[in-house]
């Protein structure tokens, strides 16, 4: 084949050529774009912490208004533990009302809450929330059985 012979020139071909990496480079750059963000507000590369932070804005809002009944099953991710609560003879629901009024470091009912962060581990996520503007309670989202509990250790923010 020579200069003179050479095909024609596809116009279409071309431009869904450029489109399509014209099209490439934005999806990679939205995606660097997300995961930063994500990282850096604290919610996981790509967000991907937003559903156990989720799970615990559910849970607060059922504290602050006092179903603790219900809150008491979201904490044992078990919707029907009134069925056995003989699983629950270890930490029973009048402890864990308790834990969330009375004996809790903002010694009384929560008022207002915000989930502010989390952070991956090997075994779950850690999730961050403010209690009453002023304390902080970190409690942790087991990934095996998606039970929670209270982590000893005060979360912050960064690498």
Do not use: C
């Amino acid at each position: 084949m020579t200069l003179l012979n050479a095909p024609e020139f596809d116009e279409q071909k071309e431009n869904l050529r450029r489109n399509i990496w014209v099209g490439s480079g934005i999806f990679v750059a939205a995606m660097v774009m997300l995961t930063v963000a994500g990282f850096l507000l604290g919610h996981g590369w790509l967000f991907t912490n937003l559903p156990a932070e989720h799970r615990m804005n559910v849970f607060l809002t059922a504290v602050e208004a006092g179903d603790y009944p219900k809150a008491y099953g979201i904490f044992n991710n078990d919707a029907e533990w009134q069925k056995h609560p003989q699983r629950y003879a270890d930490y029973p629901l009048q402890r864990f009302t308790e834990d969330f009024t009375t004996e809790s470091e903002w010694k009384g009912p929560i008022t207002s809450f915000h989930v502010d962060f989390s952070k991956r581990d090997a075994t779950g996520t850690v999730v961050a929330a403010t209690i009453n503007g002023t304390t902080n309670l970190t409690l942790k989202i087991q990934r095996a059985d998606g039970t929670m509990a209270f982590f000893p250790y005060e979360l912050t923010r960064g690498l």
